[in-house]
């Protein structure tokens, strides 16, 4: 007898419909395991090209402060102090 017989002779076709909404269920959670995996996947990508991008964009930043520190001392001590 197969699985589906011994349900059937123990429950009836009650015992057959919670066979098969079991197999749906399992079925159903397997998949949303993989979409859920999938999906912090392209979440962990797009959090490290985000990052990637801002410490780019900080960099740039900071050689600009350098950049017009440099050129205020400069200014500041070709024009003389007014202090």
Do not use: W
């Not at 009650?14 to 909404?21: H, K, R, S």
């Not at 912090?40 to 402060?65: F, I, P, W």
């Amino acid at each position: 007898m197969t699985t589906i017989e011994i349900l059937g002779s123990i429950g009836g076709i009650g015992g057959v419909l919670a066979f098969l909404m079991f197999l749906a269920f399992r079925t159903l959670a397997t998949q949303m395991e993989k979409e859920r995996q999938h999906s912090e996947t392209r979440l962990t990508s797009l959090l490290k090209d985000y990052n990637d991008v801002c410490r780019g964009h900080t960099d740039s930043q900071v050689k600009h402060t350098q950049v017009l520190t440099e050129l205020y001392t400069y200014l500041k001590m070709r024009n003389g102090n007014p202090k």
